[in-house]
């Protein structure tokens, strides 16, 4: 369950990733203002973990490089964003990066036709039923009915698609992860059929003391908290806890310096946190659901201090939160193996849905071997055909030979052999002895 760790996976695209202080907008002559070409380079940014990723950070970043559209961005609200006003303002990018922008999209337009091709491939020739409007949704981020020049209706799509589909990734996240237990829990009772009374019986005793084990972990602080941060403050930082201060923590975990705690930022304030559950030495902790875990802590943290919901927490943000009474939450964190994650409902229809794909699996392939049956049959049929035509052109060369032969004059022969002497090669009479 590896995700993307950057800005640019805030579910606010845009705004996420240039929010800066306040300026007052600038007037930009198209016609006088060049950029330099070495800001042409190809960009650079985390993944977002988005099927369109590339093509989001490329029309990111080279928007970002225009002087007049960077301007009117930091001077633009949610609202505006969402509501695409800050999409016109493309009209007055430079015709550099419109240029580049026209290409970029370009590129997009084949990726995604080769990706389509390439669908309806492998479901055609799986006999599965081609899903046409699901594949509609993969350009859904641009407007496919102009595949040549970048205009303003692509980046309000782009907008609105990274906003929708990104606002949507952690819970994508979690029903992935979902799946991933309910299927570990599933292949442990199949295990489980397989063996016999006293085996059974051995393995659900170790089962029950990895659980045991693995709950019997420190308290988890709330994630947020004063004592969370307090000991991150002093374990990971080296301060003395008395002398916490929360815009110096800020600061000091603000790693790349832009005055905000970004996914990837926050995160890692949990790390303590996550060590006391955790462990990938141990055995009965499980390194995939520590990921979750985190992903849990980030949304909580998120949901109490990102009151603007940029999907980003400013310093600002932090500081009211600290004053907050639920700051000093002295309650533990609840951890997953405390959470039921699936109800015995869910476990069942999650394993009905195995059998039901496991059946047809079996059906297609008694149907496979049917076909290829066929097929065998057909070929032996073709190959048998393929002889008597072939017999069939012998013959033929056989009686061309003998029409060749003088008229009257029979086709010399060999005893026992059917086949005409070359010439000079007639059978000579051999004397029979006589009896008296």
Excluded at 2 to 22: F, H, I, P
Aim: aromatic fraction near 6%.
């Amino acid at each position: 369950m590896v995700r993307g760790k950057s800005v640019v996976r805030c579910g606010l695209v845009l705004l996420s990733l240039w929010l800066c202080s306040q300026s007052v907008p600038i007037s930009v002559d198209k016609a006088k203002e060049k950029p330099p070409e070495e800001e042409l380079g190809p960009p650079e940014s985390a993944e977002t973990g988005l099927h369109y990723d590339r093509y989001l950070r490329e029309v990111i970043e080279y928007l970002e490089k225009d002087p007049h559209f960077r301007e009117k961005l930091k001077n633009a609200n949610m609202e505006d964003i969402k509501l695409g006003k800050l999409s016109k303002e493309l009209d007055f990018v430079h015709h550099n990066f419109r240029t580049k922008l026209d290409e970029l999209k370009r590129e997009e337009m084949n990726r995604l036709r080769m990706l389509i091709k390439v669908k309806q491939d492998v479901q055609g020739g799986s006999g599965r039923t081609v899903d046409h409007q699901a594949l509609l949704k993969q350009f859904e981020h641009l407007n496919h009915m102009n595949p040549n020049t970048f205009e303003v209706d692509d980046l309000d799509r782009l907008i609105q698609s990274a906003t929708k589909d990104l606002e949507n990734f952690d819970k994508d996240q979690h029903d992935e992860f979902k799946k991933y237990e309910m299927m570990k829990e599933h292949e442990r009772r199949e295990r489980l059929k397989g063996l016999n009374e006293e085996e059974r019986q051995k393995e659900e005793q170790h089962y029950e003391e990895m659980k045991k084990k693995h709950a019997e972990h420190p308290k988890v602080n709330h994630p947020g908290s004063e004592d969370q941060l307090k000991e991150v403050w002093q374990e990971s930082d080296g301060m003395d806890p008395e002398n916490f201060d929360p815009k110096t923590f800020f600061k000091m975990h603000d790693s790349n310096g832009d005055g905000f705690f970004d996914e990837s930022e926050l995160e890692a304030l949990f790390t303590k946190e996550l060590e006391k559950v955790y462990n990938p030495e141990n055995e009965e902790d499980d390194m995939v659901e520590m990921e979750e875990e985190r992903l849990r802590m980030r949304e909580h943290v998120m949901n109490e201090v990102d009151t603007n919901k940029d999907r980003l927490v400013s310093l600002t943000e932090f500081i009211a939160a600290t004053k907050k009474e639920d700051f000093s939450e002295k309650d533990g964190w609840e951890t997953l193996d405390q959470n039921p994650l699936y109800t015995d409902e869910e476990l069942r229809q999650f394993e009905q849905h195995l059998l039901n794909e496991e059946n047809d699996i079996n059906k297609k392939s008694v149907e496979l071997q049917k076909q290829r049956e066929e097929l065998e049959k057909k070929q032996e049929e073709l190959n048998n055909q393929k002889m008597g035509l072939q017999q069939a052109v012998e013959e033929m060369e056989r009686i061309k030979a003998e029409a060749k032969q003088p008229a009257g004059e029979p086709a010399p022969v060999v005893p026992g052999n059917s086949q005409p002497l070359a010439p000079g090669h007639q059978q000579q009479d051999v004397p029979v002895p006589r009896h008296s």
